[in-house]
């Protein structure tokens, strides 16, 4: 097998979208769905250990996002990580919450509160919601075979350099994950969801080669999460 190679910005990335259906109009409900079937699409291969949240201020009627409030940057995150993994937030001023885990359920009830929050008051006509989940700080599985058994690290290979990336083994899986600063400011797998007016927009991007070259015995992990993300309805573009 070739050597794990690890990509530059931006990665690569798979983008699918999703149109929620006409009875699922309140932002709770909808970041609901949209949680139960992201986490059910990684479960067994990435485990989300952060969650960034950028509300908006949206017209009532189409629910399209026009603006925001004056605090719009929430970051749900795991108490305990990863060794070595660190949270590398998107914006810098994200509130910060922690949960011994990230859950749908743990992500819902903190997520709820925040959208009956009157922020968007001083704006007429407005509705509060939710208008990007993004989740950078990730513990994915590595295929049978990749890690020798119990080894401690993982050579990558970045560029011209070779990297010793931590592993974590759980149930005889060998997992890694990151960002593991300043080795790397990207986790090897992240997931960018985009709402607007009930239109949602997912991106999954790969830093990792071992999950994304067509051959890769990582490839079948990857695959699984998008034909799940299709059963429920999401479309690949």
Known sequence: MPPITIYDFPGETQRLTYTAPDNVQSPVALGDLALTMLFNA?????????????????EPETRYPWSRPEQPFRLLHQRQLPPRVQLHPMYANSIPTTVE??????????LTPLLAQDSCASSADTLLSWHELLFNTTLVRLPTGIAPPLALTLPVQERQHTLAH???????AAWVGGPVTPQTLKAPLELRLINEAGLLTLDVTCYWSVWWVGDSPGRPLMQQT????????????
Not at 101 to 110: D, E, G, H, R, Y
Request: aromatic share 8%; charged share 15%.
């Open 101 to 110: 885990q990230v859950t749908p359920a743990t992500t819902l009830a903190w």
């Open 42 to 58: 990684c479960d067994g291969f990435c485990d989300l250990l952060a969650v960034e949240l950028v509300l908006a201020c949206c």
């Open 166 to 172: 931590p592993l974590v083994w759980r149930d005889n």
């Open 226 to 237: 998008l034909d799940r993300l299709t059963t429920d309805g999401w479309i690949v573009t």
